[in-house]
């Protein structure tokens, strides 16, 4: 993948994702990682990506695949997924304050203009 703002998202995405989680444990009063959550049960899927690439190269990522007529490499699948992946831990954080706000004694009520100023 070349140098582009889909691969400045793709970076920032990751990052917003600590200061979301760090919000949302800050209005609901702890961090409560359910099964499936990406701190644990993501890490395998991540390591064992490593361990292949490091034996493979980064070749298999710029891999063609072709659909039709669609042709893309294998890497802009991956990044698709991660973004994806973002988009729903994002909208998660989200719900989970919302949810917290509709019950304040569980942690902080929320104060949405402070919160935006």
């Known amino acids: 993948m070349d140098d582009s703002n889909f691969n400045f998202f ?3 995405g990751a990052t917003a ?3 979301y989680t760090t919000l949302e444990e800050y209005y609901v009063g702890g961090l409560h990682l359910k099964p499936g959550n990406g701190v644990t049960d ?5 390591i ?4 292949v690439l490091g034996f493979t190269g980064n070749e298999v990522m ?3 695949i072709s659909k039709g007529n669609v042709n ?3 890497v802009n699948i991956a990044v698709f997924v991660c973004m994806g992946l973002y988009l729903l831990t994002f909208f ?3 719900y989970n304050i919302f ?6 004694e569980i942690g902080e009520a929320v104060k949405w203009k402070a919160l935006l100023i």
């Open 99 to 104: 949810k917290t706000k509709e019950n304040p």
């Open 17 to 19: 994702l600590f200061y």
């Open 92 to 94: 998660q954080n989200i």
């Open 10 to 12: 793709y970076i920032f």
């Open 48 to 51: 064992i990506g490593l361990i």
């Open 42 to 46: 993501g890490s395998f899927p991540v």
């Open 62 to 64: 710029q891999h063609e």
């Open 72 to 74: 893309t490499k294998a």
